[in-house]
């Protein structure tokens, strides 16, 4: 069963990857393992950029989470991040470490998703 934007527990719209890659699972395979990848390691400078207040740091890695979630289909994953990317100085602080503990949580289930669905591939 392919999972449908319009289900609020969806994670991720496959359909998205599906017309990007134009059918080459290879390619899809590549793309997901790429975004997971990077958006691990991203989350881990962002949590360091929150702990440090580098609001700098902290608006350019969700920035680029916000992209890498729009480009694989992720259906909240990438607005959490761009509500981080929102934050100013006065809001880094609780706001961000909420923000920051979603982004973890939708993290979780996008990797859950994708997991999921390569091995159907």
């Given at each position: 069963m392919t999972e449908q934007a319009g289900d609020s527990a969806v994670a991720v719209d496959f359909s998205r990857i599906q017309e990007t890659s134009c059918g080459d699972t290879e390619f899809e395979?590549?793309?997901?393992?790429?975004?997971?990848?990077?958006?691990?390691?991203?989350?881990?400078?962002?949590?360091?950029?929150?702990?440090?207040?580098?609001?700098?740091?902290?608006?350019?890695?969700?920035?680029?989470?916000?992209?890498?979630?729009?480009?694989?289909?992720?259906?909240?994953?990438?607005?959490?991040?761009?509500?981080?990317?929102?934050?100013?100085?006065?809001?880094?602080?609780?706001?961000?470490?909420a923000l920051f503990s979603d982004l973890e949580a939708e993290h979780a289930r996008v990797r859950s998703a994708i997991t999921s669905y390569l091995a159907t591939l």
């Open positions: 395979q590549e793309l997901f393992q790429l975004f997971l990848d990077d958006s691990t390691a991203r989350i881990d400078v962002l949590r360091s950029a929150l702990e440090s207040r580098d609001l700098d740091r902290l608006q350019l890695e969700a920035h680029t989470l916000k992209g890498a979630g729009v480009n694989v289909g992720t259906l909240k994953f990438h607005e959490i991040a761009a509500d981080l990317e929102q934050l100013d100085g006065d809001s880094v602080g609780d706001r961000g470490v």
